[in-house]
């Protein structure tokens, strides 16, 4: 795996599957950068905390029916909504590592580049001279890990670019270099 200033571009095997599901949307001739692999840990003790609560929750009718406080409703159903809260779990978990995989990032000289999904896939274009402060997060996790969510904030409210998963190094450099870039376009404005 080539480095590239505490980053990870795409792997050679996995630069044709990823070339292939973007093609329709990604600009023309961009080197992407990939969130580190560690965050697919961090996504996968996200999706089980997620998934613990969900089995809670879904699990509150079979347990009153069990117990007897509860009754009316066919047993089928109080089965069904626990099953169904693990299925979902355990699909989560398996596409979990496609879903970090298609995150990247690319700077260029006027704006940044932010990408991710697998099914619902979405290119943000962010112009430097409208970014307004970047915001770096880190959750328990994140600091488990050494990693952290960098978050551009826009002149339009409502817009909002995330790279989530890049190490604290990265980080620290991408809210330096993009908030002087930012500054630099702006007051050329």
């Not at 596409?95 to 991710?116: C, F, K, P, S, W």
Request: proline content about 5%; overall charge negative.
């Amino acid at each position: 795996m080539e480095m590239n200033r505490g980053t990870h571009q795409v792997p050679e095997g996995d630069a044709a599957v990823v070339a292939d599901d973007q093609k329709a949307i990604d600009p023309e001739g961009v080197d992407w950068l990939r969130v580190d692999p560690a965050y697919v840990k961090v996504r996968f003790i996200g999706v089980l905390i997620g998934g613990a609560v969900w089995l809670l929750i879904t699990s509150v009718p079979l347990v009153l029916m069990l117990t007897g406080l509860w009754g009316g409703y066919p047993e089928w159903l109080a089965w069904l909504l626990p099953g169904v809260a693990v299925v979902w779990t355990l699909v989560d978990l398996i596409i979990t590592n496609r879903r970090v995989r298609a995150i990247g990032y690319a700077e260029r000289d006027d704006d940044l580049l932010v990408r991710q999904g697998i099914l619902f896939k979405k290119v943000l274009v962010v112009p430097y001279g409208r970014m307004q402060y970047v915001d770096v997060q880190m959750g328990p996790v994140d600091r488990a890990f050494g990693l952290c969510k960098v978050q551009l904030h826009t002149a339009a409210s409502d817009v909002t670019a995330t790279i989530p998963g890049v190490t604290t190094d990265e980080g620290a450099r991408l809210r330096e270099q993009l908030s002087a870039r930012g500054e630099a376009r702006l007051a050329g404005l």
